[in-house]
């Protein structure tokens, strides 16, 4: 299999701690990309029409996007469990993966709005809504950790936090989140969290 | 089941044409709204903190985001074949799912640049890059439509495109993609349909 990836997309570090979990990361060959909103990767975009990464193309030429198809889909491919079989247990990873994505996409967002668009243009109160949906669900998190689970809610949810302390150092989740702190901690020194650390 | 809707939402239009298809559409009871990625709507957060529309709340209290999770969940509920029971074709509806979402997701950058940000405050180049977006979905699509297809690719490509139709009415996309006009214009007939028109 090949793989569009980026060393600093959030999206990109769900898809590789999943191959990790399910024992495929070593069949996945990494592509270089430039994937960016205003200029866009033609390369990408000959083989997926959204030009983003995480794109995969699978080895009988189908190309899988985007991060929650191509998690189900190596999950698949190596009967894993990362999407547990358990139905209760599968909804719930699946709504928690829904929830870290909202977090994920307020924090591209808002990455966007204050590396890519110039400062002029900026809007704060559009910055303030993007930062407060981050609150709200970082505090629903704080309550709910995903505790003893590694499935792609769990995933997703760790990506996220891992993609806040790459972009936004400055804000300090883990202050205001003593629980989802210590349920990071630990889940960060999992193999596939180790090997598959965002670079800025 | 209750289900946070917006009249608006090309993300609840998804939702309510799968419950249409798999028949639980008079199973859900519809909850107005105000959800807004600036004033954010406090009733929605509170179940959900994303906070967004469609936000679905089960039988059993459980609260499911978002519309693909939400899909899914009906689809399984009514053991329908919106999600294809056969791999292949799953995993080609899904692929194709993401796709028209990010359709979706371009538009909807769009709406609020163009119609919530403050007009001193709009880029140009980031509203080509989103248009671009757009453009090479539909191509794709217009090589690929979904020829005889009810699923949740089909769904979602159809939401997309009624919903360029009602907030950008002056892109004429049926001109210069006449096979996905023709394939759309077949599948706008069905029930599930015309029974859930975005209204603007």
């Known amino acids: 299999m090949k793989l569009f990836f980026s060393p600093t997309s959030p999206y990109v570090r ?13 069949k996945i060959e990494m592509l270089g990309s430039a994937a ?8 990408i975009i000959a083989q997926n ?8 193309i699978a080895d009988d030429g189908t190309v899988i996007a985007d991060s ?16 547990p079989a358990d139905p209760k247990a599968r909804l719930q990873a699946e709504i928690d993966q829904a929830l870290g ?21 900026r809007w ?8 407060d949906k981050i609150f709200t669900t970082l505090a629903h ?3 709910h950790a995903p505790e003893g689970r590694a499935d792609i809610g769990a995933i997703t949810l760790a990506s996220a936090l891992s993609y806040l302390d790459l972009r936004f150092p400055e804000y300090d ?4 989140h003593p629980k989802l702190a210590a349920w990071y901690a630990g889940f960060e020194k999992q193999p596939s969290m180790v090997a598959t650390v965002l670079k800025g």
């Not at 029409?49 to 995969?56: E, F, S």
């Not at 929650?68 to 999407?83: E, H, M, P, Q, T």
């Open 141 to 143: 998190f704080e309550a």
């Open 124 to 131: 704060p109160d559009w910055i303030s809504g993007q930062w």
């Open 49 to 56: 029409p959204l030009g983003q990464v995480p794109t995969l």
């Open 36 to 43: 960016h909103p205003v200029n866009r990767d033609r390369t």
């Open 68 to 83: 929650r198809v191509i998690c189900a889909y190596l999950n698949d491919l190596a009967k894993g469990s990362v999407f």
């Open 14 to 26: 769900k898809v590789m701690i999943t191959a990790h979990e399910v024992g495929l990361a070593d």
């Open 101 to 121: 994505d909202g977090i994920l996409g307020a924090a591209l967002i808002l990455r966007y709005e204050v590396a890519v668009r110039p400062e002029a243009l």
């Open 173 to 176: 989740w883990r202050r205001t």
